[in-house]
């Protein structure tokens, strides 16, 4: 009698174990609609991406062209991509401004980093640092008028603000 309660008690706990399987697979979340996308497709080095207020673009740097860093914009899914900046500077870290309008980045001429804005709409670029060391990483303000970055020179780094 023992016996049998035993092997009950194990088809039991087995039927209970194939079931739950059963069902915790059949239940489990259906992987996402719009799965991880890759947006880029080349062998340079795509880094930095930043959104767009509207989340209609993303701004980044590359290396596509040339050796040096360029920024760039494409549509959120990555159609339509553009390079903003170009030349033998070392553009870097954009970062949009509040409007959407322009892009922020600093850029290296072989002497100094120095903060610049583009406009996205034509391309315009306005220089908005003339500091002479290291002008790097800026950060617009959520109103649109002013910006943070950090400044290296003489081996020292200090954060700083300037009005765009």
């Given at each position: 009698?023992?016996?049998?309660h ?110 610049w ?48």
């Amino acid at each position: 009698m023992l016996r049998r309660h035993l092997v009950f008690f194990a088809v039991s706990v087995l039927f209970l174990m194939f079931a739950w399987l059963a069902f915790a697979q059949s239940t489990q979340a259906n992987p996402p609609a719009a799965p991880i996308l890759q947006l880029t497709f080349d062998n340079a080095l795509n880094v930095r991406p930043a959104w767009s207020r509207d989340n209609l673009f993303i701004a980044y740097q590359s290396n596509r062209d040339s050796e040096t860093y360029h920024v760039y914009v494409m549509n959120a899914d990555g159609s339509n991509t553009r390079a903003l900046t170009k030349g033998t500077a070392d553009d870097r870290h954009p970062a949009w401004t509040f409007d959407g309008r322009s892009i922020l980045f600093d850029s290296f001429d072989g002497k100094s980093r120095e903060i610049w804005m583009v406009y996205v709409g034509d391309g315009r670029l306005t220089q908005l640092t003339r500091l002479g060391g290291l002008a790097s990483f800026p950060s617009p303000s959520p109103d649109g008028k002013e910006f943070t970055f950090y400044y290296y020179k003489d081996d020292i780094m200090n954060l700083w603000k300037a009005r765009i």
